[in-house]
Nanobody
Framework: QVQLVESGGGLVQAGGSLRLTCVAS????????MGWFRQAPGKEREFVAYITWSGGTTNYADSVKGRFTISRDNAKNGVNLQMNSLKPEDTAVYYC????????????WGQGTQVTVSS
């Protein structure tokens, strides 16, 4: 059974930092891209960032460029999201995701971790 488990969320003041971690079990994702998404209350889930299996390519939503950094930890079969200069509008539940097949859509999702940024 495939599981993605996020951790590292919490409450932080605006301008602060948090580091989210996602660890996968049940299969290896070392050769697949992995991504982070978020969903704020009353809003649809939105893309935050993704990284290719080699780590050679990353992509970010415009709203987080220059503040967030995605990285891989293939030894732990996971992915991290370093979030700096946090803003109240970053408040959301953050999810990591992975595809079932290389190049496919994201089909595996974690349970999410809450990030709350106070002003």
């Amino acid at each position: 059974q495939v599981q993605l488990v996020e951790s590292g969320g919490g409450l932080v003041q605006a301008g602060g930092s948090l580091r989210l971690t996602c660890v996968a079990s049940g299969r290896t994702f070392s050769y697949y891209r992995m991504g982070w998404f978020r969903q704020a209350p009353g809003k649809e889930r939105e893309f935050v960032a993704y990284i290719t299996w080699s780590g050679g390519t990353t992509n970010y939503a415009d709203s987080v460029k220059g503040r967030f950094t995605i990285s891989r930890d293939n030894a732990k079969n996971g992915v991290n999201l370093q979030m700096n200069s946090l803003k109240p509008e970053d408040t959301a539940v953050y999810y990591c995701a992975a595809p079932r097949v290389a190049g496919g859509k994201y089909e595996f999702w974690g349970q999410g971790t809450q990030v709350t940024v106070s002003s």
